[in-house]
């Protein structure tokens, strides 16, 4: 009924910039929070960054400073912007928003299947 597609991750050196993008589709009435989580190989997944409907935002300590979370309703997408990249960084990237849709009553969580981001040099 609903799904979350990411895009932009890949592989970036060390201080080098990403950006990755969340588009929602499906039976969609409202969007509300959306978010950011990440899950490296033998660690569990955590939160990177989460954006309200209202435009409240929070960051996981590790990240702030460099990265950014923002949305456009009107295209029902996310974005992170991810700046000075550390190796510590690599990891899945998974999306994540509440959703109200047209088929259920009640506001539903949905996940993304998450785009990689690997920083080496």
């Known amino acids: 009924q609903v799904q979350l597609v990411e895009s932009g991750g890949g592989l970036v050196q060390p201080g080098g910039s990403l950006r990755l993008s969340c588009s929602a589709s499906?039976?969609?009435?409202?969007?509300?929070?959306m978010g950011w989580y990440r899950q490296a190989p033998g660690k569990q997944r955590e939160l990177v960054a989460r954006?309200?409907?209202?435009?409240?935002?929070n960051y996981a300590d590790s990240v702030k400073g460099r990265f950014t979370i923002s949305r456009d309703n009107a295209k029902n997408t996310v974005y992170l912007q991810m700046n000075s990249l550390k190796p510590e960084d690599t990891a899945v990237y998974y999306c994540?928003?509440?959703?109200?849709?047209?088929?259920?009553?009640?506001?539903?969580?949905?996940w993304g299947r998450g785009t990689q981001v690997t920083v080496s040099s």
């Open positions: 499906g039976s969609i009435f409202s969007i509300g929070a």
């Open positions: 954006i309200t409907g209202g435009g409240s935002t």
């Open positions: 994540n928003a509440d959703v109200k849709t047209y088929d259920r009553i009640g506001t539903y969580n949905y």
